[in-house]
């Protein structure tokens, strides 16, 4: 069996215990490249996870063997089922129980566009940007040209 079968196998496997649906796997930036023009890819880069556009890359290339890629495989699913959780002890926590089997409860699209709209709220809110139909109040005072 070839590396991309053997991480496909463990990508089914790795989503059951995440409770996440499949994002669709690149394993080159050209791919990705072609499908959406923009998007930042480093020369280092190894992965990264695009949440809100339903992706993961590995650069299948970029790495030494299989457990290299799976290391990369499941980082980007971790950042793809907590999208909450920065690099750190968590993190690694996080990567070393579903390496062990550990499951979670499902984390849908939905409660990742839940999460996202708080997120963005949260943001608007502490950088005082709101709706043009919403007045504006701020420790200096409300606007009262509305």
């Excluded at 299989?66 to 993190?91: A, C, I, K």
């Amino acid at each position: 069996m070839n590396k991309k079968t053997i991480l496909m196998e463990r990508l089914d496997k790795y989503c059951k215990q995440l409770g996440v649906e499949h994002p669709k796997i690149y394993w080159t930036k050209k791919e990705v490249r072609e499908k959406y023009s923009g998007v930042n890819l480093g020369k280092r880069l190894l992965g990264k996870c695009s949440r809100g556009a339903g992706w993961i890359i590995i650069v299948y290339n970029k790495h030494d063997g299989l457990r290299q890629l799976d290391d990369t495989l499941r980082h980007e699913l971790v950042h793809w089922r907590f999208p909450q959780v920065n690099h750190g002890v968590r993190f690694e926590k996080l990567m070393k129980q579903l390496k062990d089997g550990i499951c979670w409860e499902p984390f849908t699209n939905a409660d990742y566009e839940a999460y996202w709209k708080k997120r963005v709220y949260s943001y608007n809110k502490k950088h005082g940007i709101v709706k043009e139909d919403t007045l504006i109040y701020t420790e200096r005072g409300s606007n009262n040209n509305v």
